[in-house]
């Protein structure tokens, strides 16, 4: 149950509002984003940069996501995800390897990369060097830049879920048309 109450005029996210806001899926993240109304258009900007731009495989990038969610013990957020997992590809077996870490069979060796260094990035401020390199390595600098904002923005999202108690929506999560939606 929520901690505070979802905003009563929700007329930003109305269609007709914001041409932005007005087309979002009904999210209840984005209901209670509402309480701060010049907060969510940017909170929303930056989510679909990693959705819909983002250069990293959506596979990976999910395996990424869920993993925060994971260790912020984040339910909102995880079955979100796991949706939109599914819907990018990663299997069922997949989204149980994530939740195991990067030491799980039935990673691919850039998972592994990627899961490694975010859980050393969600427990450490201040990756080390050889997390950092490994990372570069692999994924390149802008690879490895678009990683790390990664993880920053959904651990801020999990902090924000689990601050107010933002229920996951009645009958399951509705955030997968994201998925469909890909941009030039």
Do not use: W
């Not at 959904?154 to 890909?182: H, N, Q, S, W």
């Amino acid at each position: 149950m929520a901690r505070l109450p979802y905003p009563e005029d929700l007329s930003i996210l109305a269609p007709g509002g914001d041409k932005v806001l007005g087309n979002l899926a009904p999210l209840n993240v984005f209901k209670m984003l509402a309480h701060a109304p010049h907060m969510l258009k940017p909170f929303v900007s930056m989510g679909t940069a990693f959705l819909i731009k983002g250069k990293m495989d959506p596979v990976t990038r999910e395996c990424v996501v869920l993993r925060v969610g994971y260790l912020s013990g984040a339910s909102y957020e995880t079955t979100q995800h796991e949706a939109i997992g599914l819907a990018v590809g990663m299997t069922p077996a997949l989204i149980e390897a994530v939740k195991e870490g990067p030491d799980a069979s039935g990673l691919t060796e850039e998972q592994r990369i990627a899961l490694s260094f975010t859980d050393h990035l969600v427990a450490n401020p201040g990756p080390s060097d050889a997390q950092v390199e490994a990372a570069r390595a692999h994924f390149g600098l802008a690879g490895l830049e678009e990683l790390v904002l990664l993880i920053g923005y959904y651990m801020m999202v999990c902090r924000f879920l689990e601050t107010f108690g933002v229920d996951i929506e009645d009958g399951g999560p509705k955030g997968t048309a994201i998925v469909d939606r890909k941009q030039p």
